[in-house]
């Protein structure tokens, strides 16, 4: 009798420990790791630079929370860094009343004038500190890069520069096409890497060089051949370089942008329709 009963309790004792083990044992989606703190999510810094000359009021606020705006102001060259985890919209002048725009985390914007001299906010390239916000990347469309390069007639012996190259598609095709050599610049590490690897897939590695760098610093004085799709006041910014470094004769090729000051240097201009029907202008000069 005592033998069973001793039996008895150790099969008890089985059955309670095994029961025990799986009430504790951590399942995937059971009560145990729902009950975990949920973690809120890492804010991702706005950046807005004015590159205007002058300063800039404007209000921010979460979207839809238009009450909680918060008035601020933009110095010269200045840069606001907003931590955020959701959308903002920024409110400023432009004309005779009050414009908004959606800001999304972890993007760089830029306060700079349109085509009819007016403030307005542009998707920039970076939010750095240390180096000038020419343009964003915006690729040139085949037809405005074919049209481009036909009305600099590239040899191999040229030397094309292309100032903020994006993913590199002009020095590529100048090397492709017309044997020229080609160094891009750019101060966005994602845009070498598309140029490098282009310029491989075209097999045109030994003739074009892509360089990351804020192109304010560079050297263009190599250049035979310069292109350029910025803006006008990021041309205007170049300018002075330009005057100092090139070579009189230097050919130089912009996107639909002029470059202010330079009237009496402009040679021909031209407009292109791209596949989509839409009309791009295209401004050549000669230093």
Known sequence: MRREMRIGLIIA???????????????PGDATSSSAPLRPPKPKEITIRNVTKEVIAYSIAPAGQEAKAVEKSLAVGAIDRIPAVETM?????????????????GKPYSFRYDTAGKIDIWVGAHGRADAEDLAPFVPTPPEVVAKMLEMVHPTKDSVVYDIGCGDGRIVVEAASKYGAHGVGIDIDPERIKESKENARKSGVERLVKFREEDATKSDFSAATIVTLYLLPESNE?????????????VLIVTHNYIIPGWDGKEIESTTVTDSEGKEHSVFLYRR
């Open 13 to 27: 004792f089985a059955a309670v420990a095994i029961g025990c083990f799986f009430l504790l044992r951590e399942k």
């Open 89 to 105: 919209v920024v409110t400023y002048k432009k004309y005779s009343g009050e414009v908004s725009y959606s800001l999304f985390p």
């Open 237 to 249: 910014l170049l300018r002075p370089k330009f005057e100092k470094e090139l070579k009189p004769g």
